[in-house]
Each structure stands twice: as structure tokens, then as C-alpha cells.
């Protein structure tokens, strides 16, 4: 139980270093990150502030989700959040980066620990969740954002099925985000790369399928450019071979694409109204669908 919100928190452990979103009534004021990213042989830099809260802003599950900050630029949030990311680690879909996402984001003593590091080896899908959660996370404690201790166990991975709870939903075929993003309201998804902003979400699709046979990627979008005359997109994710990290492809390999932009994190307090399963997120392990379904069931155009 969270009790009474004396030591409520969400923990993300850097190393030995541990940021508390809702920490001890004398929790000091932190400053944190400075994120430096290379892109397209540039160097984008950002800095920021975050000043700690005191542990009443948890809340209660009663009480109203006030709005986000509107002053915060989420998309330089998230590549802000990069920092605070493992480097390497090697890239696996077997069982091992399974298990060690689950360790990485867990429900210990009635309060949600964030631990990147422990996420390694890792895969796609699960690296882009966890910045998402470390990114919420420190957005919490800067006092920019409240969710309550409910929205935070419904956000922790324990093995969900595709399809099933806000984890298993992120986690599935097709364009699961852009779906997720369009059943909360959360953000709005979109096909045109002339629209894309560094620090969107991006699915790609190495083949014509969506579903069962597809070959995809999950990233997070960070630059176009032109290299040796080639078009190539950068973006950050868990990448084959090794893990954590930027990588930079031909667009020529992108058989099609969607984005989904974080507006709305607040409406992240919806994910406990969800149903159990997705049944049209869970099928997609067993069948493929056309274009035309994916854009209906997910809230976006363009395929």
C-alpha cells in the first residue's frame, strides 16, 4: 500500500544514483541532466533544472489529475531522457531481455522502481517503454506532471501478453503505439515524415506486412539527412547487434511508417479504465491485417 505518501515514490536508479519522483518529506531539490546527442554529424544539446516536490503531489486515486505543465517540450523530454539510458548492452528477443525489462521497471514495497541498467540485454520495444517511463518519471519530480500511484503500478511490466494491459499493448504487433496513443488521447499519430519532430515515436517496417509476419522496429525518431547522396533516417532505440544506442539507416530499406507524438501525458491517468486486452493488438501475434484496418483501429492516415 502507498500509506500515507510519507515515502510514496517512483525510483529511477542510475547506477548508484537514485532520482525519487515522490520522495521523503526532506528530499533535496536535484539538478539534473545535461543531454548531449549526436545528429547528422552536429552535436544538439540541451540543459534543464528539475527542482524536487515534496511527497503530498502523489496524491490520491480520488482526487482530479490536474494538466500537464504546458511550458514543457515533450519530444525534448524524451531525447532529454536519453542521458539517463544505458549505452551497449547487447540486443536480445529471447527471454533474458524479457526478464531483465522486468526487473528494470518493477512494483517493490507498494511503490514503482525504475532501474535502466538492469535492462540489458534489451529489445526494441521495451528500450522506447522504459525511456518512456524514466521520462514520465522525471517529469513527475520536476513537478511538471502528476500520475497517481495507480497509474504507475497499471504502467509496470510483469510478462503481460500482447495485447493485454498498458505494457502488453506498447509491446505488440503493427502499430500498437499509434493505437495506445489514439485509446488514451495521449498523442496523435501521423504518416507524413515531412511533419516528424525529433524526439516522436516511431515504428518502422522493414516488410508489407502488419502483424504476424511483419519486421519492424521501434525507435525514437531523431534526424533525416542526406550521407554520400543516400537518404537515411537516425533514430535511438535497442538495435541489433548492441543494444542501447543511435543508429542510421537507408530510408530505401522502409517499407512503411508511423509516428506517434506525446502531447497529453496526463491522460496516462486513463490507463486504469482500460480494458484487460486488446483483442485486435493480441490477434496481430497470429494474423496480418491490410493498411486500411491498421488505420482504422489506430486513428491515423497516410498507409
Not at 139 to 166: I, K, N, T, Y
Request: aromatic content about 8%.
Amino acid at each position: 500500500m502507498w500509506g500515507n505518501g510519507r515515502e510514496a515514490g517512483v525510483r529511477v536508479e542510475l547506477g548508484a544514483r537514485v532520482l525519487q519522483v515522490w520522495g521523503m518529506r526532506s528530499s533535496p531539490i536535484f539538478a539534473l541532466f545535461c543531454c548531449g546527442i549526436l545528429l547528422g554529424g552536429g552535436l544538439a544539446t540541451g540543459c534543464r533544472t528539475l527542482k524536487g516536490k515534496g511527497a503530498d503531489q502523489a496524491g490520491s486515486e480520488s482526487k482530479p489529475i490536474p494538466m500537464a505543465a504546458s511550458n514543457v517540450d515533450w519530444n525534448q523530454a524524451l531525447i532529454a531522457a536519453i542521458e539517463r539510458m544505458p549505452i551497449g548492452g547487447g540486443y536480445s528477443g529471447g527471454a533474458d531481455a524479457k526478464a531483465s525489462l522486468q526487473t528494470a521497471v518493477a512494483w517493490e514495497e507498494g511503490k514503482p522502481a525504475l532501474r535502466p541498467r538492469e535492462a540489458q540485454p534489451s529489445f526494441c520495444s521495451g528500450a522506447t517503454y522504459l525511456l518512456l517511463l524514466v521520462t514520465l518519471a522525471q517529469e513527475q519530480r520536476a513537478g511538471h506532471l502528476s500520475l497517481s500511484p495507480g497509474v504507475w503500478r497499471a504502467l509496470m511490466v510483469e510478462g503481460q501478453e500482447d495485447g493485454v494491459g498498458v505494457w502488453g499493448r506498447w509491446n505488440a504487433n503493427g502499430p500498437a503505439v499509434a493505437r495506445l496513443f489514439s485509446e488514451l488521447g495521449v498523442g496523435r499519430s501521423f504518416t507524413d515524415w515531412k511533419e516528424a519532430k525529433p524526439g516522436d515515436f516511431l515504428k518502422l517496417f522493414w516488410n508489407e506486412s502488419i502483424g504476424a509476419s511483419e519486421k519492424g522496429h521501434l525507435v525514437l525518431y531523431i534526424d533525416r539527412s542526406v550521407v554520400e547522396g543516400e537518404d537515411t533516417v537516425t533514430f535511438w532505440s535497442s538495435n541489433d547487434p548492441g543494444g542501447y544506442g543511435l543508429k542510421q539507416v537507408p530510408m530505401s530499406q522502409i517499407k512503411r511508417s508511423v509516428f506517434s507524438r506525446l502531447e497529453h501525458p496526463e491522460r496516462f491517468s486513463r490507463v486504469t479504465s482500460l480494458s484487460e486486452r486488446d483483442s485486435f493488438l493480441s490477434d496481430l501475434l497470429n494474423k496480418n491485417v491490410s493498411p486500411k484496418q491498421a488505420e482504422s483501429a489506430s486513428g491515423f492516415k497516410g498507409w
